[in-house]
């Protein structure tokens, strides 16, 4: 819904007439400062279906404006339940801090001249004991306009005149859209013996040099229709015959006049644009005018009228009205009538909802505002966002987006049946499916297209939400069909399948029409769902595969259509949505990148229909931290202790961690999760994910339930095209080969255990080279990063766990259950640092969980490691690979039945080519 808030309705002004035509175009509702009573505007001639009157008049001037400044300020928050917000004049602006959600339009008729150009003119005539009182009220009121305006997300100017002053005096750009006449109303009635002036009495528009100017022809008649002050005029014209004054007339009384005049008489100061000459034109009446401001772009000279001087005005005038005599005037009734009908309300209509709709498409986020502004300057109107399906090169892209619409709608079921959209574009699928008798529902999380679309969908028997699927709270209605036109891909599919389920009715259908991965052949991240999985994980989720349309080929000129016309309109998309180059390039490259990957197949688009069948036994589902009670629960059943909360949150909030859980009537029967650690994979930063917390509830094993949540957690989390690279972890032999046999896991290493006995501090002979310094929780940044620089750099053809400050800190000092030693072993002399030492002090013996630096060090290091342990003993865990940097003469070396795993399920590194590669210790567990 719109709103159109306006200054105040004092006089019948051009600016007021201009807010009630908008208001009733758009069907809208009205807000003002005030408005006189009886006033001519709201007699029979707008209707109105709600108006907010901030009853902010006040007779004495400078009060007026305060009591209207703060009436907007402080009295308009009405305003925040509107869609789109229209402002008309000088302080309806003000309000623009109440509609922070939404589109802000301002329609301006002028920056108020008495803040810039007309600032002196405007003192003047203020006496001198108020100035001090009126400059500080400008300063003030200048800089809440500004503000306000910098917040517009359109703004409009009435003129190229006003639009010059805009960016003049505010530094902003403005679209041009003339102000309305409604040229029905005025008409050519005939010709009487008179000449009309219907400006204000204002010094800017200079009726008193038209006054003098008559006082010099006793032969022509003036008649002179204004409002405000009028007796220093009359006073001017000394009571003179051909000179008449006529105050607040009615409208007809005023249609009247300018449908019998001879010409009209308008020479104003640079006037903003000017309503009353294209009233004039409209009833066929030429222009007596002045050539300067918004006069010069509607009356045109010696065709519509005559534009004058400004210099020697009255003589000029007098010249004019000589000129412009009946028989002339008559003359130019055809030219001004068709130069009227260019600023007729039908052309302003358009203009506007153009600009609305065009403002709303501004709005969307990046890149869709990209797409939908380069569409509509190419089609010239917009229906879709998705892609277009092409039968051959020939087809226009609407056509093959409609082709698309119409394949979906094609497998529905027939209507009457409740249908509901997720993800509503502009509302054109939603309009076609109520028109054909369908119930439906939409929602969308996105605030500009559920704008736009329920403009569309005005009057329509549908139920929109600005709300994502996540959120969407259901009112117990089951649907038929569940339709996603290129929103699945945004939403996590398990999420999707297992929400669709609840809401279908049995049998129900949940159709799917998105770009998918097919092929993932390398490292990186696709933002695409893996199909293979995603109609696996489907199955899993209760339903059947009814349909499945490659559309591949009908979708792939969509891609090069975009690139072309983004390339195309390249400087408005940068001008208008104000995108840097950078981002600009960043899409197009990624547009590039995507029609490469479906040229060679690794992408694709695809048709889906999946029908609801009997629940599944399991329920698979992503975890969430909102769900880690049910996780906590489970793992205290299996493994006899609990997990607290804050231990559950250090390792899986802030996306640190990734869990599948399986759950058998709402309780939790399965689980399987991961930590994600940052790594150097052959010396290139990388992801990889370390399997945790697995387990099965001991009374549903050998059910199939660690397939499931394995297979389900590796497809989400594991491999080419996911977040993680490679995989690993600490599983024993058993369970290394329960991996193997499901195909889930490959081995590419294994754990030893190295033992040393500690070393007393009575035979520290070196004790006094090297300098020990206990970190605990004065962790040197810059130190640690050096020693893991040096580190990394030894091991640049291994894989290892990133062990820098931040890992170090988060790792050890911030365990919520665990407490460790951190020694930095500096070299005394040079005070150098040499390497870091976390140590984990046990009942019986002492625990090297890390070390940090260069591997030159590492004896030295666990010397000092040796010499600092309380207890008995010392041992550390290492992969069997990297065994030789441990060993020494006195240290013993175990196999520990823990084997280092890789994922296979998913397509990823070969196994055999990082064989023997991870460098892992204690540390890189989630339980020491």
Not at 445 to 466: D, M
Request: proline share 4%; hydrophobic share 40%.
């Amino acid at each position: 819904m719109e709103i159109v808030l306006h200054d105040y309705f004092e006089y019948p002004d051009g600016g007021g007439r201009l807010a009630l035509i908008l208001s009733s175009i758009l069907n809208a509702h009205i807000g003002y400062g005030f408005k006189k009573s009886n006033h001519p505007f709201f007699i029979n001639n707008y209707n109105i279906e709600k108006e907010y009157d901030l009853k902010s008049f006040n007779r004495f001037p400078i009060w007026k404006q305060l009591s209207i400044i703060c009436a907007f300020l402080f009295k308009s928050q009405f305003i925040e339940n509107y869609d789109t917000v229209f402002y008309s004049g000088s302080y309806a602006p003000l309000s623009v801090n109440h509609h922070s959600k939404g589109l802000n339009i301002y329609y301006c008729h002028t920056p108020p001249r008495f803040l810039y150009d007309q600032k002196e003119l405007f003192l003047s005539f203020i006496p001198f004991w108020q100035k001090p009182i009126y400059k500080a009220f400008l300063h003030y009121y200048q800089k809440y306009y500004q503000d306000s305006v910098a917040k517009m997300d359109v703004i409009i100017a009435n003129s190229i005149n006003v639009k010059k002053r805009i960016k003049r005096f505010l530094g902003m750009d403005a679209i041009v859209v003339y102000p309305p006449c409604d040229t029905s109303k005025f008409k050519w009635q005939g010709q009487q013996d008179y000449y009309l002036s219907t400006a204000r009495m204002d010094s800017l528009k200079r009726v008193d040099v038209i006054i003098k100017a008559f006082l010099n022809m006793p032969e022509k008649k003036l008649i002179v229709i204004s409002n405000g002050c009028i007796k220093k005029n009359q006073n001017l014209a000394r009571n003179a015959k051909n000179i008449c004054f006529l105050e607040q007339v009615s409208e007809k009384k005023l249609l009247e006049l300018i449908g019998n005049c001879i010409a009209t008489v308008y020479v104003p100061i640079e006037e903003d644009f000017g309503m009353s000459p294209v009233e004039s034109m409209s009833a066929g009446k030429p222009v007596i005018g002045v050539a300067e401001g918004g006069l010069t772009e509607t009356v045109i000279h010696n065709k519509t009228g005559l534009l004058l001087d400004s210099d020697c005005l009255e003589k000029n005038i007098i010249k004019a009205v000589m000129e412009i005599n009946a028989s002339k005037a008559l003359k130019m009734r055809e030219a001004c009538e068709k130069r009227a009908s260019l600023f007729d309300i039908k052309s302003f209509t358009n203009n506007i909802k153009g600009i609305i709709l065009n403002s709303h498409y501004k709005t969307l986020m990046f890149p869709l505002n990209v797409y939908a502004l380069a569409l509509y300057m190419e089609e010239g109107r917009l229906d879709y966002l998705h892609y277009g399906l092409f039968s051959d090169k020939k087809v226009r892209i609407r056509e093959a987006q409609q082709f698309s619409t119409d394949l979906l709608i094609k497998y529905l079921p027939a209507p009457p049946c409740n249908i509901l959209e997720i993800g509503i574009g502009f509302g054109t699928t939603l309009h076609m499916l109520v028109e054909s008798g369908y119930n439906v529902t939409g929602i969308t999380p996105e605030y500009s297209q559920f704008t736009i679309a329920k403009k569309k969908l005005e009057g329509k028997a549908v139920k929109l939400e600005c709300v994502s699927f996540e959120s969407y709270i259901n009112d117990s209605k089951k649907y038929s069909a569940i339709i996603m036109q290129e929103s699945f891909q945004y939403i996590d599919p398990l999420y999707v399948f297992n929400k669709s389920f609840d809401l279908l009715e049995d049998n129900g259908l949940l159709i799917i029409i998105d770009e998918v991965c097919l092929k993932r052949k390398e490292p990186g991240i696709d933002n695409l769902p893996f199909f293979k999985h995603m109609q696996a994980q489907a199955i899993r989720c209760g339903y059947l595969l009814e349909k499945h349309i490659n559309l591949s080929e009908m979708a792939i000129p969509t891609l090069p259509y975009l690139l072309k016309i983004i390339d195309k309109h390249n400087k408005e998309i940068l001008d208008q949505l104000n995108i840097d180059k950078k981002i600009l390039f960043q899409l197009i490259s990624s547009l590039k990148l995507y029609y490469k990957k479906y040229q060679n197949g690794c992408y694709g688009y695809v048709m889906l229909s999946l029908k609801k069948e009997k629940p599944p036994q399991w329920r698979i589902s992503g975890l969430y931290e909102k769900d880690a009670s049910a996780m906590r629960e489970l793992f205290n059943t299996v493994f006899g202790h609990e997990i607290t909360h804050k231990f559950w949150e250090w390792k899986y909030a802030n996306n640190r961690g990734r869990s599948v859980i399986a759950c058998h009537n709402n309780k939790a029967v399965a689980h399987y999760g991961g930590l994600t650690r940052d790594i150097f994979f052959k010396g290139k930063p990388e992801k990889a994910i370390f399997p945790v917390d697995v387990m099965v509830l001991p009374e549903k094993r050998n059910n199939g339930l660690f397939f499931l949540t394995a297979s389900t957690f590796i497809e989400r989390n594991l491999g080419y095209g996911t977040p993680h690279l490679i995989a690993c972890g600490f599983p024993n032999r058993k369970a290394m080969q329960i991996g193997e046999q499901k195909g889930l896991y490959k081995e590419v290493g294994k754990i030893v255990k190295i033992s040393w006995p500690i070393i007393s501090n009575d035979i520290y002979v070196i004790k006094n080279s090297y300098n020990v310094l206990t970190c605990l929780n004065n962790l040197n940044h810059k130190q640690i990063d050096i020693l893991w620089n040096m580190m990394r750099a030894d091991l640049n053809h291994s894989i290892i766990v990133v062990r820098n400050y931040n890992y170090i800190n988060y790792r050890y000092l911030k365990h919520p259950e665990q407490s460790y030693d951190i020694f930095l072993i500096s070299d005394m002399i040079e005070n150098k640092p040499l390497g870091l030492i976390i140590l984990k002090q046990e009942e019986k013996s002492c625990l090297l969980m890390d070390i940090v630096g260069p591997l030159k060090n590492f004896s030295l290091l666990i010397e000092q490691a040796r010499r600092l342990c309380k207890k008995k003993s010392m041992y550390t865990w290492i992969t069997e690979t990297y065994s030789q940097h441990f060993e020494g003469d006195d240290s013993e070396i175990y196999d520990l039945d823990i084997r280092v795993p890789t994922g296979i399920w998913t397509s990823g590194p070969d196994p055999e080519s990082i064989k023997g590669l991870w460098w892992l210790t204690a540390g890189d567990t989630d339980f020491l």
